[in-house]
Structures are given as structure tokens and as C-alpha cells.
């Protein structure tokens, strides 16, 4: 069956707009946050593969800042956009590792730099990058930063690609309604689609009946929905719906942080790329799954990506 609203477009520009910080692990720091992850795999899998990546965010004037300003800059992102902040200082997270389940958790403080990312700024990138895509989540919503993202879409007429990738222990509804207004492509795990669900009145048992009414009450063009190691399935605008392939289980398990943010930056690649619907749940669930081998998020060395732009025709000169 194919789907009768594909996603796909041409070489476009993605604005990642959100929260940069250092995930905090037991055995050291590593430069984490959903848009800092997305884009950083983005680019090792080739920005001019048809995706260039600029991320929108605020970093503190201290020694973090430097470190991850250092960090986005060896990975060959673009730092035009990254804002500076003399008061507030960089974004971190304390990562907690669950020992018996293969999980962790997050401890993420307030009150830190990509919390006030200034509005006229980020309206000023949209309109000077002309972005197809905007990615986006609900955390930088919880303070000033939202109306930064809200002026952002307003000199724009990009698609937006939700992550809902739940943080906040409660969920504000005008914020929620928001956000999933602006998404042609909305992204939650089986937890989060039930949360959703609670907060905006639809209770539903069945997750693909929770998942009609989400799309219909929103005009989502494709509602994505990641289950772990069990991959994912989506619903388009049409109702059909479509899931990975069972996939062999991860070998050498390190931490699944940053997993569900592989698979967006493969779909969105496949999006951009024209991929086809299995083509863009197959490879995200792949790719995921090897990221869940690292320790942290990202790889530390672009050699990481050279199987994936080899299976997929995605030459090292195209991504140059």
C-alpha cells in the first residue's frame, strides 16, 4: 500500500531549534540535546545529500560554552545561528543510567542558556535561511525560548517536524495544542502518544485509534511512533499505516541515549531524500539501533556513518 500524502521535497534547509547542552554521564561529559543529536547526524550523512542543518540555540559565556561551541564546530556544524548569553549559563543534564534495564534518565535543571533564546534573532534566521524544515520539541518550550520558536515560524512558511520528546514532568496544554498545529510530521514513543492523549482529552486504548484522532483533529501529515528495540510504525493523513521490519537485536549494548533522536535525523533524511515510507522506517530503526553501541549520542569520529553512506549511495564526495 502507498501512502496518498508522501512527504518528500527538494535540497532543503533544516532550522533545529532547541536545546544544546552537556549530557552529563558518570564517566565524563559529552555534547548532547534532541537538535544538537539530529543535526550532528545530519551532517555526518551528508548535508549536501539534499539536508543542510543549522541549529538555533543559546549557549553560556563559560567554560561549557566553549566546549560546546569547540565540539559543534569539529563536527562541521554551522554556528551562525548560536546565540551567546553573559547571565545564564549552559545547558546541561545529569544522565542517570538505569543498571537493570538497559534505560536511563534525565536530571535537567532550569533557568540554563537555551532557556532564553531571543526571539528577534531567531526570527531573523528564518527569514535569512529560508528553512523547509523546521525540528522542534516541547523541553525549549518551557520558558522564554517559546516565543523565540513562535517568531520563528511566523517569518516562515516551513514545515514543521515535531519531536515531542517528553522531559517536563506535566504538559501544558496550550503549548501541546501549539506545537502539534505547526507539524506536518509529529514524532513520540508509545508513552508519550498515551500522554498526549490524557493531556488533550482523547483517551483512547488503542494506540492507532488515538493516533487517527491526533491526526485528524491536527491535520498531521505523518504521525511517527518509535517503540524501542520493537521499531515503530506510522499513520499518515490517510489512515494507512506502516511499521519497520523486525530487526536483529543490538549487539554490544552502551546506553540508549539519543537513539529516538537517530531515528529522526534518518527519516528526516529520507524525507528530504525522497525516500520511501519503508525505506525511511527500516534504516531509522537500523541506524538507531546502532547508535544504541556508543556511549553518549554521537559518534566521536565521522568513520561511523561511512557504512550507512555506503548502503544508502550516499558518497563521501556528496556529503563533503
Not at 271 to 297: D, K, S, T
Request: net charge negative.
Amino acid at each position: 500500500m502507498v501512502s496518498c500524502a508522501p512527504v518528500a521535497g527538494p535540497a532543503s534547509v533544516v532550522l533545529l531549534f532547541g536545546e544544546v547542552l552537556a549530557d552529563c554521564f558518570p564517566d565524563g561529559e559529552r555534547v548532547g540535546g534532541a537538535p544538537f543529536n539530529v543535526a550532528h547526524h545530519l551532517t555526518g550523512l551528508g548535508r549536501r545529500a539534499g539536508v543542510h542543518p543549522i541549529l538555533v540555540s543559546r549557549i553560556g559565556v563559560d567554560a561549557r560554552g566553549a566546549f560546546l561551541l569547540e565540539r559543534m564546530r569539529a563536527a562541521g556544524l554551522a554556528t551562525e545561528e548560536l546565540q551567546s548569553d553573559p547571565e545564564h549559563p549552559s545547558g546541561r543534564v545529569d544522565v542517570i543510567l538505569d543498571r537493570d534495564s538497559q534505560g536511563h534518565r534525565f536530571a535537567i535543571p532550569d533557568g540554563q542558556a537555551w532557556d532564553f533564546i531571543d526571539a528577534d534573532a531567531a526570527r531573523l534566521a528564518a527569514l535569512a535561511r529560508r528553512p523547509r524544515w523546521i525540528y522542534f520539541g516541547t523541553l525549549v518550550q518551557r520558558g522564554a525560548s517559546r516565543e523565540a520558536l513562535r517568531a520563528l515560524f511566523a517569518a516562515t512558511r516551513a514545515s514543521g517536524f515535531l519531536d515531542v520528546n517528553l522531559r517536563e514532568p506535566r504538559l501544558d496544554d496550550e503549548m501541546l495544542r501549539w506545537s502539534l498545529a505547526q507539524a506536518e510530521v509529529v514524532k513520540v514513543n508509545e508513552e508519550e502518544l498515551h500522554r498526549v492523549g490524557e493531556t488533550l482529552g482523547m483517551r483512547d486504548s488503542c494506540p492507532t485509534g488515538l493516533g487517527k484522532r491526533l491526526v485528524d483533529a491536527f491535520g498531521i501529515r505523518q504521525l511517527l511512533v518509535t517503540q524501542g528495540a520493537d521499531g515503530a510504525w506510522l499513520l499518515d493523513d490517510c489512515h494507512c499505516r506502516f511499521r519497520t521490519p523486525v530487526a536483529r537485536p543490538v549487539t554490544e549494548f552502551r546506553d540508549s541515549v539519543g537513539a529516538g533522536d537517530a531515528f529522526a535525523a534518518v527519516f528526516m533524511l529520507g524525507l528530504v531524500q525522497g525516500w520511501n515510507v519503508w525505506q525511511r522506517l527500516e534504516r531509522a530503526h537500523r541506524f538507531a539501533g546502532e547508535v544504541c553501541r556508543l556511549r553518549g549520542a554521537v559518534p566521536q569520529d565521522d568513520g561511523f556513518y561511512a557504512p550507512f553512506l555506503a548502503a544508502w549511495g550516499l558518497s563521501r564526495e556528496q556529503c563533503q
